[in-house]
C-alpha cells in the first residue's frame, strides 16, 4: 500500500477519534486551561497533534517527526496512546487499544460524561502507580521484547530509585521508544553503521572493518518499507523472519545530496541480485546465495549432469555434445530448479546435499531490505567499459589502480623458489585459516605459485626476487579473446557471468566493450544485445518482455528501442579475483544506491584480533575525508544531538 494512505491516515486520525470532542473537554477542565487548546485545532492538521504532544507529553516537537517514513506511523499511536492516558486510562488493556485500535476507546471518553483529563501521574502515590503498571509493562515489551525487562531489572539491582520518580517500567519504556526513533531516522537519512563481511575489498578494506556509510554524500533514500524494526537490516536473528512489514510501501524517491556517485568512489548498495533470497541452515541467521539467480543456474546445470550421469568422469565428445541438448531446453531445467529450491532441498551442486539437508525457505526482498554489498564504482552513467586480460578499460583507457587494490599473478617455479612463510614474514601476505583470505598459493608441483597481491607488494617481492617470473593470472580461458570456437561445456560457463547468456562470453578477466546505461538515453534492440538489458527492463524497471521469434515485445507491443529510466552503475571489488560484482550479476540501479563509505571505526581480524591502525581510519579515492563527507557526518551528529535534546 502507497506511502500516501498512511498519511492520509495520520491526517484523519484526529477526526475518526473525535479528538475536538476531547479538545472540548480539555479546554474546559482546570488541568487543560492553559494548554491553548480550542474544539475546533483539532481539525488543523499539524497543530492538532503539536498541541496533544504539548498538553500531555510537553514535547510538541515531535510533531516533527510524523514527517518522517519509519517512525510517522509511530508517532501516531504515541498521540493516540498518550491523549488516551491524558483521560486517565492506564490498564493493560486500555493501553492495547490505545496503541492499535483507540476510536472505540476515545468514542467512550467523548461520549461519558465523567470523563476527564486528569492530572500527570504522582509518582509518590500507590495506587496511580499500580493503575498503570501493567501498561508500561507492555509498552517496554513491545519496544524490546524480553531484553528490555531484562535491562531494566539489572539497572534496578545496581540504581537506587528516588522518591517521586517514574518506575522502571516507565522509565526505560520512554527511554527505548525514543532511542529506536532517534536510531531509525539516523540510520535512514543520515549515516548507517555497516560490517565488511566478505573480502571482496581487501586490501582497501578488511574483512571484519566496522565503517560508517554517509547517505548525505548521494542524498538519503525514503525507505521503501518504513514499517520495520530499526535495530536489524532485513531479518530478526535466530528466528528467521523478516523483520520489516510490506503493508505500507513506497516507491523509490532520493532527498537532495552533496553530490552523486562519482568515478571510484566507494560505494554501500542494496545487492542488485538479492531479489529473492534462500535461508541458509549452516549460516546462523544468514543467507545462501545472495544470487538466487546463479543458483537456479548452477543447479540445473547439476540436475542436468546427475540425469545424464556426466559426473565423476572425464567428458569425452560424445558427452560433450549431450550439453547442447541443455542449451537447447535450459527453460525445463530450470523450471527444475526453481521447483526443487521452492520445496526446500537445498542445491545438489553442495557437498551437504548427501546428507538429506533442506534450506529455510524462499523470500522477495523489497529493494532496500536486499543486503548491503560494498565495492568501488568503475563505471558512471554513459561510461563506456572493457575488461582485456584482467586490465580494466574506462572510456578507452586503463581504469585508475589504487595503492591497496589487490590481483593475482602466476609466478613460475622454474624462475625462482618461494615458501609462505617467507610470503608472510617477509611481506606482509595473509593467508586465513578459514581460507577466507589466501594471499599465497602454492598447489602442486607443475602449477605456478599464485600471489593475490598489490602492486607495492608486487614491486617489493621483484626486488627481494629478481629471477621470478610474473604472469597475469586467468582462471578461465576466453574463446573471443582467442578468436576460436567454443565447446558446448564453454557456451555453458558463459552463465557464470553477467549477462549469464550461452553466446555472451564474458570472464572475470576479459569482458566485452559494453555502455553503462543512462537515464534517458535509447539503445536499439536486438537479439544480439537483449542479454545485457533482460533484468534491466524486467527486474529494475518492471517491464513485460517477451522475445519472439518475429522480434522483441514490451508490455505487449513490438519494440525494437528503449529508453532507460534510471541510472546504472558498474561496481568492482578491488580484491579482482575474489570478488562477486557486477562481473557476476551486472548492473547496479540508481535506486539501489545507499551512500558513501566514509569513517572505519573499529576493525577486528576474524583470527587476528582487534587492528588498532585501522580505528578511525578515514575512507575514499584519496584516503582522507572530503568536505562533503564532514559536512555530511557532523549534520548527522547535530540531528542526533537535537532528537534526544529537544526531541525524546
Not at 507492555?138 to 530509585?161: E, N, T, W, Y
Not at 558512471?380 to 581504469?399: S, W
Not at 517477451?546 to 525494437?560: F, N
Request: glycine share 6%.
Amino acid at each position: 500500500m502507497s506511502f500516501i494512505y498512511f498519511y492520509l491516515l495520520i491526517l484523519v486520525n484526529p477526526i475518526l477519534g473525535q479528538w475536538h470532542k476531547l479538545f472540548t473537554k480539555i479546554a474546559a477542565s482546570e488541568v487543560g486551561k492553559n494548554s491553548g487548546i480550542k474544539p475546533n485545532y483539532a481539525f488543523i492538521p499539524g497543530l492538532n497533534y503539536y498541541l496533544v504532544y504539548k498538553f500531555t507529553n510537553k514535547k510538541p516537537f515531535w510533531t516533527v517527526l510524523l514527517l518522517f517514513p519509519g517512525v510517522h506511523l509511530v508517532m501516531m499511536m504515541v498521540a493516540n496512546l498518550s491523549l488516551v492516558r491524558r483521560f486517565g486510562k492506564f490498564s493493560f488493556t486500555d493501553t492495547l487499544q490505545g496503541l492499535f485500535f483507540p476510536y472505540f476507546l476515545f468514542y467512550q471518553i467523548a461520549k461519558d460524561e465523567k470523563s476527564l483529563p486528569v492530572q500527570d501521574t504522582n509518582w509518590n502515590n500507590a495506587k496511580e502507580t499500580e493503575a498503570r503498571k501493567w501498561g508500561d509493562h507492555l509498552v517496554l515489551f513491545l519496544c524490546l521484547p524480553l531484553l528490555g525487562h531484562a535491562l531494566q531489572f539489572l539497572f534496578s539491582l545496581i540504581s537506587r530509585k528516588k522518591p517521586g520518580s517514574k518506575t522502571g517500567a516507565k522509565e526505560w519504556g520512554d527511554s527505548l521508544i525514543f532511542a529506536l526513533v532517534a536510531a531509525t531516522v539516523i540510520r535512514s537519512y543520515v549515516f548507517e553503521p555497516f560490517q565488511i563481511p566478505t573480502g571482496s575489498m581487501e586490501k582497501t578494506m578488511l574483512v571484519g572493518d566496522f565503517l560508517f556509510v554517509n547517505k548525505l554524500a548521494y542524498g538519503p533514500k525514503v525507505p521503501v518499507t518504513p514499517l520495520s524494526y530499526p535495530l536489524v537490516h532485513n531479518n530478526v536473528p535466530w528466528v528467521n523472519i523478516p523483520s520489516y512489514l510490506m503493508i505500507e510501501k513506497g516507491s523509490y524517491f532520493r532527498l537532495p545530496g552533496f553530490g552523486k556517485v562519482k568515478p571510484y568512489d566507494i560505494v554501500v548498495f542494496n545487492y542488485p541480485s538479492g531479489d529473492t533470497a534462500v535461508y541458509d541452515p549452516r549460516i546462523p541467521n544468514g543467507l545462501m546465495g545472495h544470487d538466487y539467480h546463479g543458483i537456479v543456474n548452477q543447479e540445473s546445470i547439476w540436475q542436468f549432469r546427475v540425469k545424464n550421469n556426466l559426473l565423476g568422469k572425464g567428458v569425452n565428445r560424445t558427452d560433450s555434445l549431450k550439453f547442447l541438448s541443455f542449451i537447447k531446453n535450459v527453460d525445463a531445467w530450470r523450471t527444475l530448479a526453481r521447483t526443487n529450491l521452492k520445496n526446500g532441498l537445498f542445491p545438489i551442486y553442495s557437498q551437504e546435499f548427501s546428507e538429506g539437508l533442506t534450506h529455510g525457505g524462499l523470500i522477495y526482498r523489497p529493494v532496500d531490505k536486499r543486503e548491503n554489498y560494498i565495492k568501488r564504482c568503475i563505471g558512471t552513467p554513459g561510461d563506456e567499459i572493457e575488461i582485456i586480460h584482467a586490465t580494466v578499460y574506462r572510456n578507452g583507457k586503463p581504469a585508475r589502480i589504487f595503492p591497496n587494490m589487490a590481483f593475482k599473478w602466476d609466478v613460475s617455479k622454474a624462475s625462482t623458489t618461494l615458501t609462505e612463510q617467507q610470503m608472510v614474514d617477509n611481506f606482509g601476505l595473509e593467508n586465513a585459516p578459514d581460507g577466507s583470505r589466501m594471499d599465497f598459493e602454492e598447489g602442486d608441483s607443475t602449477s605456478p605459485y599464485v600471489l593475490n597481491i598489490t602492486s607495492e607488494e608486487k614491486k617489493l617481492i621483484q626486488e627481494a626476487y629478481p629471477t621470478a617470473e610474473f604472469k597475469v593470472h586467468v582462471d578461465r580461458r576466453s574463446y573471443s579473446r582467442e578468436h576460436r570456437n567454443p565447446s558446448p561445456e564453454e557456451l555453458i560457463e558463459n552463465l557464470d557471468c553477467f549477462p549469464k547468456d550461452f553466446y555472451v562470453n564474458n570472464t572475470m578477466t576479459d569482458f566485452q566493450k559494453f555502455t553503462v546505461p543512462k537515464k534517458g538515453t535509447s539503445v536499439k534492440l536486438t537479439a544480439q544485445n537483449i542479454p545485457w538489458y533482460r533484468r534491466i527492463i524486467t527486474a529494475y524497471e518492471g517491464h513485460r518482455l517477451e522475445e519472439r521469434k518475429d522480434g522483441i515485445y514490451l508490455d505487449g507491443k513490438k519494440t525494437d528501442t528503449y529508453t532507460f529510466a534510471l541510472d546504472y552503475y558498474w561496481m568492482m571489488g578491488d580484491n579482482r579475483y575474489n570478488s562477486a560484482d557486477s562481473r557476476v550479476w551486472g548492473f547496479v540501479p540508481e535506486d539501489h544506491i545507499v551512500g558513501r563509505a566514509s569513517l572505519v571505526w573499529l576493525s577486528n581480524s576474524p583470527y587476528k584480533g582487534i587492528r588498532a591502525e585501522r580505528i578511525l581510519k578515514n575512507v575514499s579515492q584519496e584516503g582522507s575525508f572530503t568536505v562533503i563527507e564532514w559536512i555530511g557526518f557532523l549534520l548527522g551528529v547535530a540531528l542526533l544531538i537535537l532528537i534526544f535534546k529537544y526531541l525524546a
